[in-house]
């Protein structure tokens, strides 16, 4: 049983910017220091690459439903609900399937991992795969919500299972900043499929009052009645950055058509000289 709501929801402003064409590390590290909420660049990699993903999605071998309560499709390891070993050893296994997604592609998702990299070390910074000594984590996931309704994925924040990932991880210490999520659309629907963004910012008494304290999963209609939100319209080729801290979720889309699939992987300061990355 979820509890009455004590008080209404707290509104936090946010900050929406878009682009066309190609995406610059200084907008990536505008999220990543909470300065932007939310990034979308549009036409940021080309239709052949994203149908040459998505093609390889499907005929992915390693291709898995997700069992954690979360409807969808996957290929790679996610994080959620699982502690570090199996977690790492999921990432392991999972590698050489995330790897054939880009076949004979240049991978847009590393390609931007490199180019950020290359533009922290230049400030000091450290940008690196998490790790522990059951393995390492992969560039990125790939992912087909699937959830039916007015939502294929229900709002959600990001932040709590960072904070409540659990012994065995070196990435908890990243929710006390941004944890910001990367998604690069390889496939998206005629309709419906958009990412809808909340200007609430949840605190641990927020999730503890919603029930949702070590998943951030999900925020009730309820609960989010009197909160405005923004909806980002995207489109195959596009990338939006987020911080997700902020509750976000995925507009419901017919079943018939195109699926909508994102390559995801989540990132942020760990201390002020290390910048993790993980899916």
């Not at 402003?13 to 590390?25: A, E, L, N, Q, Y």
């Not at 699982?82 to 790492?88: P, W």
């Not at 390609?111 to 533009?119: M, T």
Request: net charge neutral; glycine share 8%.
């Amino acid at each position: 049983m979820r509890n009455q709501i004590p008080q209404p929801p707290a509104i936090s402003p946010v900050s929406i910017r878009h682009r066309t064409g190609s995406i610059s590390t200084a907008d990536i590290i505008s999220v990543l220091k909470g300065e932007t909420t939310a990034l979308h660049i549009k036409q940021a990699f080309s239709t052949e690459v994203a149908e040459e993903i998505s093609a390889n999605f499907s005929a992915s071998t390693g291709l898995k439903q997700r069992k954690d309560g979360v409807p969808g499709q996957y290929v790679g390891a996610s994080h959620y609900r699982k502690d570090a070993a199996t977690y790492f050893a999921e990432a392991e296994n999972a590698r050489p399937h995330v790897e054939a997604l880009f076949k004979n592609l240049v991978d847009p998702v590393r390609a931007i991992f490199s180019a950020l990299k290359r533009e922290l070390h230049n400030q000091g910074i450290e940008l690196r795969l998490a790790r522990s000594e059951h393995g390492q984590a992969n560039v990125c996931r790939a992912i087909n919500w699937s959830g039916s309704g007015a939502f294929s994925l229900d709002p959600h924040d990001d932040v709590a299972q960072v904070l409540c990932a659990g012994n065995g991880y070196e990435l908890s210490s990243v929710a006390h900043n941004t944890v910001a999520a990367f998604n690069f659309y390889p496939s998206m629907p005629e309709e419906g499929g958009n990412l809808r963004l909340w200007s609430h910012k949840p605190t641990v008494a927020d999730r503890k009052s919603q029930g949702v304290e070590t998943t951030g999963y999900p925020y009730s209609a309820a609960y989010l009645e009197a909160v405005p939100c923004r909806e980002i319209q995207l489109k195959a080729g596009d990338i939006a950055l987020i911080d997700g801290g902020f509750v976000h979720g995925v507009t419901g889309q017919p079943g018939n058509g195109k699926r909508r699939l994102l390559l995801n992987s989540f990132f942020g300061f760990a201390r002020p000289d290390l910048v993790l990355w993980w899916t």
